[in-house]
């Protein structure tokens, strides 16, 4: 079975998946191993889609050299939901369910990465024929699935150009943490000004913010992607990207835009600049407008204080719930007005850069799907280094 068609291509090598790499899964991990304060972060699904966070696990104890993985390493998670791409969170352990892809002499690392990729919709056909729970990639189905190689020196030029978009995806991802380091540092800065008071931040008579609630829309409505309207749920917040759509409409619903605030109402507490595509909000998580002179920019940082101490609050239920009751007992400093507008001037900005930048992600993101697969299909060529090489 060939997934990536050789074409008219006679150099390229019919080869199956599994041929060209090494597929290290990880290591299985009972509960009770993951609970160490201290020790290497445990890489699962959830990391690899929105990196470490307060609940990733850690092991103490001794790693097999073969079950770490590092920044760069190339990760393929096979279990259920279906996902490749690079670590880019340091020095861990790999869990279960995941592979570690290594490729092979004769095989670009990079060029292997974006095969995977192109790949993935395969994949997850695999999984939903199966017809189960959770369906997987079987080592037999990477040896069953056959692809057109091109020799490397082809490889190489198709991964520099697919490599390029990538990097500079990265750059944009980059540039908005640095953003947001920004703010946080600028409103660092503010507080060590002066010792501010401190003011409810929806007082009746001046308030500071606004809070708009999400919808409780009926799953029995959730719809495939692309059927109705993108829903902004909890999981979500993290990686702006709505997973589950809705054929429902709610009087009164929260219509999300990019560049809005926005806070989770279950587990974890915190404030998020919207940086997804403009969709519904669900029940649990709430969006914050600042109001008069306020800046987006001074009401997200002065959101943290009072989630942080609900969050630390509420710890040790079975799952922690932030309430109404709780954030209108929300405070925030006092400024005077001409101080807030002086801090909205600078750092609303970042807020602007992130969005713009977010956008621009998103393109070149679609730019890269239809890009990888004209050149890993063949059906367009690039020269090589030396001038060789064949247009179609």
Excluded at 110 to 117: G, I, K, S, T
Excluded at 344 to 353: H, K, P
């Amino acid at each position: 079975m060939t997934e990536v068609p050789a074409q008219a291509i006679a150099s390229w090598e019919d080869r199956s998946l599994y041929e060209l790499a090494t597929y290290q899964n990880g290591r299985p991990f009972r509960p009770e191993e993951t609970r160490a304060s201290d020790g290497v972060p445990i890489v699962k699904i959830a990391e690899l889609n929105n990196g470490l966070g307060s609940s990733t696990g850690h092991f103490d104890g001794t790693v097999d050299p073969k079950h770490l993985i590092d920044t760069g390493d190339l990760i393929f998670a096979w279990s259920g939901s279906i996902v490749v791409q690079r670590w880019s969170g340091g020095k861990a352990v790999l869990n279960q369910h995941l592979f570690k892809v290594t490729a092979v002499d004769g095989v670009d690392q990079r060029y292997l990465m974006h095969l995977l990729q192109f790949m993935v919709p395969v994949f997850e056909r695999i999984v939903e024929d199966q017809r189960t729970t959770m369906g997987h990639v079987k080592v037999a189905d990477l040896k069953r699935l056959r692809v057109a190689l091109p020799d490397l020196p082809d490889q190489i030029v198709i991964a520099d150009a697919l490599s390029a978009i990538d990097d500079a995806i990265d750059s944009n991802d980059r540039t908005i943490a640095l953003a947001q380091d920004f703010i946080r540092a600028g409103y660092a800065a503010l507080m060590i000004e002066q010792s501010w008071p401190t003011v409810p931040m929806f007082a009746e008579e001046r308030p500071l913010a606004r809070v708009e609630f999400g919808a409780p829309y009926a799953g029995s409505k959730f719809s495939d992607s692309g059927v109705g309207r993108p829903m902004v749920r909890i999981r979500d917040l993290k990686t702006f990207r709505p997973e589950t759509w809705t054929t429902e409409r709610i009087e009164g619903e929260v219509n999300v835009e990019p560049g809005d605030l926005l806070v989770g109402m279950d587990a974890e507490f915190r404030p998020v600049i919207w940086l997804g595509e403009s969709a519904v909000l669900n029940q649990r998580c709430c969006r914050l407008s600042p109001v008069g002179v306020v800046p987006m920019s001074f009401l997200l940082e002065a959101l943290r204080q009072p989630l942080a101490y609900f969050e630390r609050a509420k710890t040790g239920t079975t799952v922690s719930h932030l309430n109404k009751a709780d954030i209108i007992t929300f405070k925030a400093p006092s400024v005077p007005d001409e101080r807030l507008r002086a801090f909205g001037e600078v750092y609303d900005r970042a807020i602007e850069l992130q969005v713009h930048l977010a956008a621009e992600t998103a393109h070149l993101k679609e730019a890269l799907v239809l890009l990888r697969r004209e050149l890993i299909t063949g059906r367009i060529r690039l020269p090589l280094a030396g001038g060789e090489g064949v247009a179609a």
